[in-house]
């Protein structure tokens, strides 16, 4: 069935640091693919989203390039923040049930001042 | 942001007991959606809705009943509450089926069952 890996947390870095957050895929088709941030206490926000291969989802800094040939969708920013700090998920729409999106176990991401 | 709320937002109960959850949006949209997010497993799928009266199951929905009688409002029961269930609930939205625009969450439900 679809499934989505994530790399496991929490990964720590220092502020001004390039942050990559690994995510792949097992998917028939061509789904969406989506990262969704948690900040602490609060619910999912989507942060980016892309709809086809070679497509690049961008916001807030943050960026993502949805990989069909190595079934991939790495987050990305250059220049990371303490107010970054959260838990990311990756999110694959499932084309066997449209309804559904099929999530990553989250990534937890920590920025030290 | 997306006008979604949830209640209660804490709730400890005892096992065995009934619980409903509320989720209420302001958005009109058609598809609503229940997630339970536990610790190592992301969040997965309890029960969705794709218009009033219209409900379907998910993967994880054994224990759960949800009805929509309203557009705004899609409830979850826990009809008789075990430990397994304490979790922390997110209704999500969408306007859509969501491949193309996602889905949007509320602030959570932190249930625990003793």
């Known amino acids: 069935g679809n499934s989505v890996t994530q790399m496991e947390g929490p990964v720590t870095l220092s502020e001004e640091a390039f942050l990559t957050i690994n995510c792949t895929y097992t998917a028939t088709g061509y789904p969406s693919l989506f990262w969704y941030v948690q900040y602490p206490g609060e619910g999912l926000q989507l942060l980016l989203k892309?709809?086809?291969?070679?497509d690049k989802g961008s916001n807030k800094g943050f960026e993502a390039t949805y990989r069909k040939e190595t079934t991939s969708f790495h987050l990305e920013k250059g220049s990371v923040q303490v107010s970054d700090s959260a838990v990311y998920f990756c999110a694959l729409s499932d084309l066997d049930s449209s309804y559904k999106l099929i999530f990553g176990s989250g990534t937890r991401l920590l920025v030290r001042p | 942001d997306a006008g979604i709320t949830q209640s209660p937002r804490h709730k400890v109960t005892e096992t065995g007991t009934p619980v409903t959850l509320r989720c209420h949006q302001t958005e009109n949209h058609r598809y609503m959606y229940w997630y339970r997010q536990d610790p190592g497993h992301g969040l997965r799928l309890i029960h969705y809705?794709?218009?009033?009266?219209?409900?379907d199951k998910g993967e994880v929905s054994d224990g759960y009943s949800v009805s929509r009688s309203k557009t705004e409002d899609f409830l979850l029961t826990l009809e008789s509450a075990t430990s397994s269930q304490t979790s922390v609930y997110f209704c999500?939205?969408?306007?859509?089926?969501?491949?193309?625009?996602?889905?949007?969450f509320g602030p959570g439900t932190r249930l625990t069952v003793l």
């Open positions: 999500a939205i969408s306007e859509t089926t969501g491949e193309a625009t996602g889905q949007f």
């Open positions: 892309a709809t086809k291969a070679d």
């Open positions: 809705s794709y218009g009033v009266k219209d409900t």
